[in-house]
């Protein structure tokens, strides 16, 4: 590095380098961290996807216990990948480099990129839909050029988005979120503890799989991080917080007076009218709405970081401006409602393979340098544990694509598989990647050379202090 830690600490305003090559900040605090992870633990997708956790006959106890021990699960999820960014000071794509080699990690990269422009586009409609009805213009493309020319400025100075984001907007969502609690808690409760728990897993499986979609976003931030434990606390407790208070109102307002009836977009219409309804739930829902740009925000810069991987001399600010441009295009164009199935789909493969990635980067590797390198060396065998996980994945939870689900019941009877109510698949499918990458320990190890360094420029007395 060419300035000290002291100079770089100092400079509050420095964003990230241009490319790969430049010099990068290490500016993000404990705090940080926290309102960037809890306001990204908070979406309007969040109430919404509470309805999928109360399923026939299932009880209110059972859902919010799923909440919790989802969001933790996903969380720890999030939170390790999150201090890899800090310790490595690589962004998370550039870290694959050092599990799959340089030119594997291209599979991965191009994975991430279709999930997160699909996400960015996502995220823009679902803001263009609640403004539509916030404001009484009953249009949408207005709605979504305004959120794709704020979530592309925000995506050019990231750093300053997150300071911005602890400044002002945590302090405002929370206290949003605790007036339509108190507001939603006035209306008669249901039993908590009438109906079943035969759902369980099946509820906080939906609840890990959202947490775990951040995991290939995570490092991409607390490369910026002054140190490991701001990161690691940072997402852990800003992201768990925010996302398990985040259901809680949705479940709250699914059973005390939104109406479960209809499609997705009947019921997210009627639960935004539900906000709203409430005294003032004008005023708390437009912070919630404000606030959703952080998610879009989030998608096309990781969008533009992860492009650099492959290409890692072009200007992430170009890149920002090109991705938050085809964002706002395809919201206008696409109905990106109906493609919310398949980008699930595709978060699915994240977490088996963040299961081969944690194995060798904290357990086998653990102590040597992380070659990220863009001559690192390819290691195919890596590829069975992950492959391995996916398809245990498919085979408890294949998903709501018609075609899909039908492919992956032929595949289970064909195994004599039956799937149990007690099997999680992000927990399961990460178990089994995780055992069969120790497993395959021995052969997937590769020499290093003597001279090799460490991926982090930064004294490891400033990472951990």
């Known amino acids: 590095m060419t300035s000290t830690i002291d100079d770089v600490r100092a400079d509050v305003h420095s964003e990230p380098g241009r490319t790969l090559d430049d010099e990068q900040p290490r500016t993000l605090g404990f705090w940080d961290q926290v309102a960037l992870w809890g306001n990204l633990g908070i979406s309007l997708l969040g109430p919404t996807g509470a309805i999928f956790l109360l399923a026939p006959g299932v009880s209110m106890l059972s859902a919010l216990v799923a909440v919790v021990a989802g969001t933790m699960i996903g969380t720890v999820l999030v939170a390790l990948a999150a201090l890899a960014g800090a310790r490595s000071g690589r962004p998370a794509m550039v870290l694959l480099r050092g599990l799959f080699g340089a030119k594997l990690s291209y599979l991965p990269t191009v994975l991430n990129l279709v999930q997160l422009l699909g996400w960015a586009t996502f995220e823009l409609v679902v803001i263009a839909a609640a403004l539509k009805q916030l404001l009484p213009w009953n249009v949408q493309w207005p709605y979504i050029v305004v959120a794709g020319v704020a979530t592309t400025i925000m995506a050019l100075w990231p750093l300053g988005a997150v300071r911005m984001l602890r400044r002002y907007a945590l302090v405002a969502v929370i206290i949003a979120i605790t007036y339509l609690f108190i507001q939603l808690g006035r209306n008669p409760m249901p039993s908590l503890t009438h109906g079943s728990w035969s759902g369980f897993w099946i ?14 976003l995570a490092a991409d931030y607390t490369r910026h991080s002054r140190s490991e434990r701001a990161a690691f606390g940072g997402a852990m407790i800003g992201y768990t917080v925010t996302q ?11 059973t005390t007076v939104v109406s479960a009836a209809g499609t997705a977009d009947d019921q997210q219409h009627n639960l935004f009218a539900a906000f709203i309804a409430v005294p003032v739930g004008w005023l708390a829902f437009a912070v919630l709405v404000a606030r959703e740009l952080d998610e879009s925000f989030a998608n096309v810069y990781s969008t533009a970081v992860s492009i650099q991987n492959p290409f890692p001399h072009l200007d992430r600010r170009v890149l920002a401006v090109g991705v938050g441009t085809v964002a706002t295009i395809g919201a206008l164009v696409f109905s990106i409602g109906e493609y919310q199935d398949f980008l699930y789909l595709l978060g699915s493969l994240f977490v088996p393979m963040f299961a081969v990635f944690a194995v060798r980067y904290f357990i086998l590797d653990r102590g040597k340098p992380w070659d990220t390198s863009e001559t690192a060396p390819s290691r195919w065998s890596l ?26 019941t032929h595949v289970q009877g064909w195994l004599h598989f039956t799937p149990r109510s007690w099997m999680s698949a992000s927990v399961l499918s990460f178990v089994v990647a995780a055992l069969l990458t120790l497993a395959m320990g021995p052969i997937t190890t590769r020499r290093r050379p003597a001279d090799a360094e460490p991926v982090s420029a930064v004294p490891s007395q400033v990472l951990r202090g």
């Open 383 to 408: 590829l069975v544990p992950w492959a391995v996980g996916f398809v245990a994945y498919q085979l408890i939870n294949p998903g709501s694509i018609g075609w899909w689900v039908t492919a992956w």
């Open 244 to 254: 398990v208070a985040c259901y809680a109102l949705g479940l709250l307002a699914f």
């Open 203 to 216: 509820s906080a499986d939906i609840v890990i799989a959202v947490a775990v979609s951040w995991v290939p």
